[in-house]
């Protein structure tokens, strides 16, 4: 909501506009709802052959089965850059959202303090011992960890990916 409500304050976006957003799954969907709610023509770009659950949890929220964008299964997060930049170029009615990284490629700060938010709304009502974040590209891991850190929380991280992210995947097929 956060990213969606800064790009709207620019002027850089305005319900009905088409956006576009890449996940490994589980950060689509909410881009995919809250756009829905706002009134935006949400695009989901996700790695093919991936988890079947994430794909249709994504689907729930966009209006037909042509919004979801399978990229390449082979390079799963990795082969986001290779096909974003040419969809951009052949699609200027789009806008990518780009939840994950900022200019210089981490993750972005406005969704990572909008997940320490939640994190610091969730200690307000229950301690948090044992978090066990999907790691994706990074920001349902770090924006969270950030929340539990700033809080004093003593939290037991324990991430984990399946062996399709890019990180497992090139250890195991190098």
């Not at 200019?103 to 307000?124: F, M, P, W, Y």
């Given at each position: 909501?956060?990213?969606?409500?800064?790009?709207?304050?620019?002027?850089?976006?305005?319900?009905?506009?088409?956006?576009?957003?890449?996940?490994?799954?589980?950060?689509?969907?909410?881009?995919?709802?809250?756009?829905?709610?706002l009134?935006?023509?949400?695009?989901?770009?996700?790695?093919?052959?991936?988890?079947?659950?994430?794909?249709?949890?994504?689907?729930?929220?966009?209006?037909?089965?042509?919004?979801l964008?399978l990229?390449?299964?082979?390079?799963y997060?990795?082969?986001?850059?290779?096909?974003?930049?040419?969809?951009?170029?052949?699609?200027?009615?789009?806008?990518?959202?780009?939840?994950?990284?900022?200019?210089?490629?981490?993750?972005?700060?406005?969704?990572?303090?909008?997940?320490?938010r939640i994190a610091?709304?969730?200690?307000?009502?229950?301690?948090?011992?044992?978090?066990?974040?999907?790691?994706?590209?990074?920001?349902?891991?770090?924006?969270p960890?950030?929340g539990?850190l700033?809080?004093?929380?003593?939290?037991?991280?324990?991430?984990?990916?399946?062996?399709?992210?890019a990180v497992?995947?090139?250890?195991l097929?190098?």
């Amino acid at each position: 909501l956060a990213l969606f409500k800064f790009y709207e304050e620019q002027g850089r976006i305005k319900p009905r506009d088409k956006i576009i957003e890449t996940t490994s799954g589980s950060a689509g969907v909410s881009f995919a709802a809250i756009g829905r709610e706002l009134g935006y023509e949400c695009y989901v770009a996700m790695p093919a052959e991936g988890e079947q659950a994430r794909e249709q949890a994504v689907l729930e929220y966009l209006p037909h089965q042509q919004n979801l964008i399978l990229t390449s299964a082979d390079q799963y997060i990795a082969g986001f850059p290779e096909f974003i930049k040419p969809f951009l170029k052949d699609n200027k009615d789009f806008f990518f959202l780009n939840h994950s990284s900022g200019k210089q490629g981490s993750c972005n700060q406005i969704t990572l303090d909008s997940l320490a938010r939640i994190a610091h709304e969730v200690l307000e009502k229950v301690p948090v011992k044992v978090f066990a974040p999907a790691v994706g590209n990074g920001s349902s891991l770090l924006g969270p960890l950030q929340g539990f850190l700033e809080s004093g929380e003593n939290t037991f991280v324990y991430p984990f990916e399946t062996v399709q992210s890019a990180v497992v995947y090139n250890l195991l097929h190098p």
